[in-house]
């Protein structure tokens, strides 16, 4: 429940930033959910986050995750989870050290009801 609270109170958050909250899904991403089913992004989720950003490379942070062509990227992005950078200014995970379980638990999470949300609104 807390977590609940948590997650609900930083998306309210970020929507109040006009560049995250520029980021939505299309009508491509969504016919994508609805052919992979969320089971399939999440398990994408999984992976990007694990590939993405989990590990700290300053030599590609700011540059990991892609602006298109996935909804896991536009809700990275959307959730300010796209970099190391995003996350310590944003979330307060600090960026020159391997994210946690916990730490990736939490962003799966935020991730996830930003997408779950993000889809209801354009059904």
Not at 73 to 94: D, N, S, T, V, Y
Request: hydrophobic letters at 30%.
């Amino acid at each position: 429940m807390e977590r609940e609270i948590i997650i609900d109170n930083k998306l309210k958050e970020l929507s109040k930033s006009k560049f995250r909250s520029s980021f939505h899904l299309n009508k491509k991403m969504i016919k994508y959910i609805d052919e992979k089913k969320m089971d399939t992004i999440s398990k994408h989720m999984i992976d990007f986050i694990n590939t993405k950003i989990s590990i700290y490379n300053k030599d590609i942070d700011g540059h990991q995750t892609p602006m298109k062509n996935h909804p896991v990227f536009i809700a990275m992005h959307a959730c300010a989870c796209c970099c190391r950078g995003c996350l310590e200014k944003w979330h307060h995970i600090p960026k020159e050290k391997d994210l946690t379980s916990n730490e990736k638990n939490y962003i799966y999470s935020l991730l996830m009801e930003w997408i779950k949300r993000e889809y209801k609104s354009k059904k």
